[in-house]
DNA sequence: TCATGATTTTAACAGTGTAAAGATTGGATC
DNA sequence: GATCCAATCTTTACACTGTTAAAATCATGA
């Protein structure tokens, strides 16, 4: 069978095209429209114009390519937040604000790198486990700067609890439609350094 | 086949035992094994001792049953709240540490409620979206009664937002080994009435 | 006693991840 | 330029999954 095989930029290829990515690519998108569940090697073979084993030269599993994913999700989250972190705005607001914004831009990956399935495949998968802390330390290595010692711990868990289960809540749908997220996002952010508003 | 079928009392049955309950504990193990990807419905009838479509008698399909599990799961969570509330420690931090004890308690049923999942076997059961709700009602009331109103929506999503974040990282192991859970749980939560330390 | 209705089983279908084997091809070597 | 090689991809097959349709079984009311 001798069929042209033409990728996305539209030129006809020779063997098969450069896979490796365009695998990447597609299970992104699958990923982005049915969450962690809907990935599916057999799917993105199709999309790819592949067959499904042919994911196998270049990932040993399905989690290892739902792994590859998460990692680049890590890097893109983390590259986001050192940018937010640089900018001319409140240190950990604008980070935690470039946190949950990265999570609602990409609900799909947030779910993936966060979610049920990163105990599977981040088996054997160091390196994943570790990028996970990498986004920690960001706001740790902040709190150093700003706080005693034996304090750090404690608010370094506050701070990424309260920005993590904000970003699942809004992925979730739980941010009143109408309101700008940003804003909203950065009200409740805001309690954190402030505490509870004085009773009335 | 006239085989004997002796359910979890030990008690020979007749046609075959009450299965739907039995169906459900047998779930509920299966999901704090290996968490929400765990569940099968084949596996479940077998530990069942039970042909797998014999669920669907009782579970129109493995999304409903999960459904069901995540339903018992908001009851208990809520009930637990209930109880905290009604304690004499203070409010809020009582509640707050009663709800990551839960999910402690419960680390897969936990994932299941407020999971990735969640969106699929909750599509046609309006009543796990009200459950859901409860639980942020709860702690969304206790607020009305110390807040200004203008204040309580933001206070409630950050509230919200600590204690599910909280839990999931809890449930991720990222509290260190060999401290108290409870205790960090109660010291983290704390920060959110006081706002962070003050600069050293 | 016996038919009825509820319960469970067997058989089958479409889908999945994955392993093993064979086919195809691009590029290096003569 | 022809030829071999190693990388790449396909075909085939297996075990597993959720789910449906049909048949078998049993508990109980008439």
Redesign the interface.
């Known amino acids: 069978m001798v069929t042209d095989k033409t990728t996305e930029k539209g030129s006809t290829r020779y063997h098969h095209g450069n896979l490796r990515p365009t695998l990447l690519s597609v299970a992104r998108a699958l990923l982005e429209e049915g969450?962690?569940?809907a990935l599916s090697l057999r799917e993105i073979g199709r999309r790819a114009g592949v067959s499904a084993p042919a994911a196998y030269h270049y990932f040993s599993s399905l989690d290892a390519l739902a792994a590859a994913l998460a990692e680049q999700g890590f890097a893109e989250l983390s590259e986001e937040i050192d940018a937010a972190l640089a900018g001319p705005r409140r240190h950990l607001l604008a980070g935690g604000i470039a946190y949950v914004a990265f999570a609602r831009a990409n609900p799909g990956l947030y779910?993936l790198m966060?979610?049920?399935?990163?105990?599977?495949y981040s088996k054997g998968n160091e390196a994943i486990g570790a990028s996970r802390m990498r986004v920690y330390r960001q706001m740790k290595e902040d709190l150093e700067k700003?706080?005693?010692p034996e304090?750090v711990a404690?608010?370094a868990?506050?701070l990424?609890?309260?920005?993590?289960?904000?970003a699942?809540?809004t992925i979730?749908g739980?941010?009143e439609p109408g309101v700008d997220p940003d804003a909203?996002v950065a009200?409740?952010l805001k309690?954190?350094?402030?505490?509870?508003?004085a009773?009335?």
């Open positions: 969450g962690p569940q779910r966060f979610g049920e399935g990163f105990q599977a700003r706080l005693a304090k404690n608010a868990l506050f990424w609890s309260l920005t993590h289960g904000l699942l809540l979730d739980q941010i909203r009200e409740v309690l954190a350094g402030l505490g509870l508003p009773a009335k």
